[in-house]
């Protein structure tokens, strides 16, 4: 298995720009999350899919969008990238509600310039 | 609005010396109760979990943490670090029910050799 998979791992973008974030599991989980890591506070959550077909907003959704393609796979979309979405985000996936434990995958870093 | 603090933003100790970590949550209710922990240049792993029973859980790498209800805390411990416990640790609360995890905004822990 490999777990939770990301691309990119990294990437630069000018103010303005689009960009499409991936991500897929292939542990048959129900739900998955985005999360962005900002130095001093934590993980903070941007959306969350509670199941296939569904989405939610999470702490900090401006900015982002989501698509659940499947039960596997899980984007996020910057519409148009401000520097203040420099940071560095990470894709997750956990069986479903109650008290499953989240994977995690690597990372993606993102520079908006 | 729930939230999670950790006491601690930067631990520097001597390998061989005993680690406490804190971690206060401020939600009330049923709580799943998790301590991540991140490597340089790595993805979140989980150390250890609580769910319920026994307040004192046991993790990977001799880690474990005891909850305790009346102080709303869940605090990790080590007996005697290592050198490769360089690394920066997350506390995260989940409510029993719903799909948000919240986490804390992380310790990082260096440990000189």
């Known amino acids: 298995n490999a777990g939770v998979t990301q691309t990119p791992k990294f990437q630069v973008l000018k103010t303005g720009q689009s960009m499409t974030l991936q991500c897929a599991q292939d542990m048959n989980h129900n739900s998955m999350y985005w999360y962005r890591q900002d130095p001093g506070m934590g993980l903070r959550l941007i959306y969350y899919?509670?199941?296939?077909?569904?989405?939610d907003k999470g702490e900090v959704p401006n900015g982002y969008n989501v698509s659940r393609l499947n039960k596997r796979e899980f984007s996020l979309r910057l519409e148009s990238a401000a520097p203040s979405q420099t940071s560095v985000y990470f894709c997750a996936s956990s069986e479903g509600a109650g008290t499953n434990e989240q994977y995690f995958g690597p990372g993606t870093r993102l520079t908006v310039t | 609005a729930q939230s999670v603090s950790q006491h601690n933003h930067h631990v520097i100790l001597s390998e061989a010396a005993s680690l406490e970590l804190g971690c206060n949550y401020s939600?009330?209710?049923?709580?799943?109760l998790f301590w991540y922990v991140q490597y340089p240049g790595q993805h979140l792993q989980l150390l250890l979990k609580?769910?319920?029973?026994?307040?004192l859980v046991k993790g990977i790498k001799g880690f474990e943490a005891e909850f305790i209800k009346s102080k709303f805390s869940f605090n990790l411990r080590k007996p005697s670090v290592q050198w490769s416990d360089t690394a920066e640790y997350f506390c995260?609360?989940?409510?029993?029910?719903?799909?948000?995890?919240?986490f804390g905004p992380g310790t990082r822990l260096s440990v000189l050799p």
């Open positions: 939600y009330g209710g049923t709580v799943n």
């Open positions: 609580y769910f319920s029973g026994d307040p």
């Open positions: 995260a609360v989940k409510k029993n029910y719903g799909q948000n995890f919240v």
């Open positions: 899919s509670a199941s296939e077909g569904t989405t």
